[in-house]
């Protein structure tokens, strides 16, 4: 059963409160993450944290930029969520030094910032998603799940799948040795699909890894995906390695 408590947690999120009380699920997860939340507001810091740790998660919290780095630095992380306007230290600068580091953790940036230019850049330095203030609590779970399945792989700079060569560093496809003119969420699909091989994905297993949360998308888009793939492959004389299970979804050989 679900268990409320208290009044309103903090304004920043839009979702946490239900006539007037807070309600957090117990519930049952497939795998605990271990989370580093960033956070320099007190009572989002304490109410957010609170919420994953009823989520079964593992949550360490930090107050600044400088203590976020030592805590980075010496523990692995699934996902770390981090706000951009912190103490000693800012949010930009913080994933830069991650990034410039090595540090591959999946990083979340959840900031009040909704400037178009300052979301360009966080995703720039290496940031993968961003989130802005006030937020959902749902979404950004939601948003953290999907992170966490495109990283349970490791990557790799380069895959093979039947007749095509994947640079995921350049994101580009090569056939043969020429390079295939595959847009976007068509290169996306193909490496979605190639890290995974002879795993089968229905269609929302997909869209969920290749698209953003909330985008609108019609119902028949990773056919046409797949259909534009194979019609590309075929111009070089090839055939595609997707293959499609009736009923079940996709998958590479």
Not at 168 to 180: M, N
Request: charged share 30%; proline share 4%.
């Amino acid at each position: 059963m679900p268990v409320g408590f208290g009044r309103r947690a903090c304004a920043h999120c839009k979702d946490w409160e239900s006539s007037g009380a807070i309600v957090w699920p117990v519930v049952c997860v497939d795998e605990q993450l271990k989370i580093l939340l960033v956070e320099d507001s007190e009572r989002l810091r304490r109410s957010l944290g609170h919420g994953l740790r009823r989520e079964g998660h593992s949550v360490d919290l930090a107050v600044n930029g400088e203590e976020s780095l030592d805590y980075a630095e010496t523990y692995d992380y699934d996902v770390i969520i981090l706000d951009l306007m912190l103490p000693k230290i800012n949010g930009l600068d913080v994933l830069q030094r991650l990034r410039t580091s090595g540090r591959r953790t999946h990083i979340l940036i959840l900031s009040a910032q909704d400037q178009i230019e300052t979301r360009i850049t966080g995703l720039d330095l290496g940031a993968d998603d961003y989130m802005v203030k006030p937020f959902s609590f749902d979404e950004l779970k939601a948003r953290m799940r999907a992170l966490h399945r495109r990283g349970t792989e490791q990557k790799r700079p380069s895959l093979r799948a039947g007749p095509l060569h994947i640079d995921t560093i350049a994101r580009i496809v090569r056939v043969g040795d020429r390079d295939a003119t595959f847009s976007a969420k068509e290169y996306e699909l193909v490496e979605f699909l190639a890290r995974r091989p002879r795993q089968v994905f229905p269609q929302d297993a997909i869209i969920e890894g290749i698209y953003e949360s909330g985008s609108e998308i019609a119902s028949n888009v990773i056919e046409v995906l797949v259909y534009s793939i194979r019609r590309k492959i075929a111009e070089f004389g090839e055939t595609s390695p997707i293959r499609n299970r009736r009923g079940q979804g996709y998958f590479i050989e």
